[in-house]
């Protein structure tokens, strides 16, 4: 089983609508937690952190469930620029384990 | 904010060369860097921890005579793939943590990527 499991789509959706992503993580030990975005053929960058009170930073809001290892991804009003993959990362000690990214197409 | 360079972007090599990654942190001291490498379509692996002044360490299943790793500043890591063969080519990212309170606890800053294409 991996580590880090996330639904790897493509999510085809239109401007302007809501979508959201899942991750289930393994490792209960798992500390830390963060959503990157990753153009094709660039480097992953953060796009936030994952707390268990959920966070909101603009359009987007992140969730973490401990007792479920479940992590998501809410994206409000889509843009095009939101086109990208999503991968869903926990550190186990100091390494950052990957998921495989969730692919997101927005479409006007 | 913190910026990780590599240096070639991509490079394509006959098989049977070897080639040398460099990963720059520019404007902050890195005691630790990370290599790691995504097929397509699929997930960063990580490959080796890299720690300044000491040997790196390597992941399950990397070979750590064929991918060298130096750390020989806190502001430079190298990896060198030797004997290279198409198997070989994929995207390796480094990534850099700051090794004061330059970031946010684990966070690491990535590189931009070299594309490996071994022919």
């Known amino acids: 089983r991996k580590e880090v499991e996330q639904d790897p789509g493509p999510f085809n959706v239109p401007e302007g609508a809501t979508v959201a992503f899942n991750c289930t993580y393994s490792n209960s030990a798992s500390q830390s937690f963060f959503w990157y975005r990753q153009d094709c053929r660039k480097e992953p960058k953060l796009l936030m952190s994952?707390?268990?009170s959920g966070n909101e930073d603009g359009r987007f809001t992140a969730q973490l469930n401990r007792a479920s290892q479940y992590i998501s991804l809410l994206i409000r009003d889509s843009k095009l620029s939101d086109s990208a993959t999503y991968l869903c990362?926990?550190?186990?000690?100091?390494?950052?384990?990957f998921g495989t990214g969730t692919r997101l197409q927005v479409f006007p | 904010g913190a910026v990780v360079s590599q240096h070639p972007s991509w490079v394509i090599c006959k098989s049977g060369t070897s080639v040398k990654i460099e990963c720059r942190s520019l404007?902050?001291?890195?005691?630790?860097m990370f290599w790691y490498r995504q097929f397509p379509k699929q997930s960063l692996m990580l490959m080796a921890t890299?720690?300044?002044?000491?040997?790196?360490?390597?992941e399950q299943g990397v070979e750590k005579d064929k991918f060298l790793i130096n750390h020989a500043s806190l502001t430079l890591s190298t990896l060198t793939v030797t004997s290279a063969h198409p198997e070989d080519s994929s995207f390796y990212i480094c990534?850099?943590?700051?090794?004061?309170?330059?970031?946010?606890?684990?966070?690491?800053?990535f590189g931009p990527g070299t594309r490996l294409t071994v022919l």
């Open positions: 890299s720690n300044e002044g000491s040997k790196a360490t390597y």
């Open positions: 990534s850099a943590r700051p090794g004061t309170s330059g970031g946010a606890g684990n966070e690491q800053f």
């Open positions: 990362v926990v550190t186990n000690t100091d390494k950052l384990i």
């Open positions: 994952v707390y268990s």
């Open positions: 404007d902050f001291q890195a005691t630790t």
